[in-house]
């Protein structure tokens, strides 16, 4: 079975932190790994997308790994700032063509307090 | 650049009535389009998709039905709403087929239904 998770549920740290939050997957042919981040009661915003043959991708101070073999990506959040309080979800997509379907993790609630 | 739109943004409708929410589109042709269900403590369930107008392709068994009538609008229906249907509604579209392409959500409608 295809399950996404994301660990820890919440996070909570200081302003200026670097932080990690993780997302494992359990069958390591994806197509590709998605990063979103949500606010309370608004809709999805995409941060990164990586390929299944890319290692990473960086916008800004956000930088996301991928290791398909160890079912593992990671984004990095370096310098961390109050308005990056919101909820990450990490969706992987598998399948080909009109089968290919994303699964989503249940998201890491992270707070940066001031 | 491409925008997306959803209406109502909260909807409160009591057992057994009628739901309709709306999705539209801007600034882009021929999307992919899709609507998830947000339940508290649940992950993003994808609803609905549609590769183009008429083709809807249901995910999950249940009480809620799509429309495309035109192609940057999709709509999603119910003759009777269940207590169970309560939670957030997320539209998205992306472009190229399949799943691989990077979604792109609306602001969310919030439902309770009492």
């Known amino acids: 079975k295809q399950e996404v998770t994301q660990i820890p549920a919440a996070l909570s740290v200081p302003e200026g932190e670097n932080l990690v939050l993780n997302c494992s997957f359990t069958?390591?042919?994806?197509?590709?790994l998605q990063w979103f981040r949500q606010d309370p009661g608004k809709g999805l915003t995409s941060l990164l997308l990586i390929q299944s043959s890319q290692r990473e991708q960086t916008s800004g101070r956000l930088n996301a790994s991928l290791d398909k073999s160890s079912g593992r990506s990671t984004l990095y959040i370096a310098a961390s700032q109050p308005g990056d309080s919101a909820t990450y979800l990490c969706?992987?997509?598998?399948?080909?063509?009109?089968?290919?379907?994303?699964?989503w993790g249940l998201g890491t609630s992270l707070g940066v307090n001031p | 650049s491409q925008t997306i739109h959803q209406w109502p943004a909260t909807l409160v409708q009591p057992v057994g009535s009628p739901l309709s929410l709306e999705c539209t589109v801007e600034?882009?042709?021929?999307?992919?389009l899709y609507w998830y269900r947000q339940a508290a403590g649940r992950g993003l369930q994808l609803l609905f998709y549609?590769?183009?107008?008429?083709?809807i392709s249901s995910e999950v068994p249940q009480n809620l039905s799509a429309s495309r009538p035109q192609d940057r609008q999709f709509i999603l229906s119910s003759k009777k709403l269940l207590l169970s249907d309560s939670g957030f509604y997320l539209c998205?579209?992306?472009?190229?087929?399949?799943?691989?392409?990077?979604?792109?959500f609306g602001p969310g409608t919030r439902l309770t239904v009492t």
């Open positions: 549609s590769v183009g107008i008429g083709q």
């Open positions: 998205a579209w992306s472009l190229g087929s399949g799943w691989g392409h990077e979604q792109y």
């Open positions: 969706a992987v997509s598998y399948g080909a063509g009109n089968n290919r379907k994303l699964i």
């Open positions: 600034g882009t042709s021929n999307p992919n």
């Open positions: 069958d390591s042919a994806i197509y590709n």
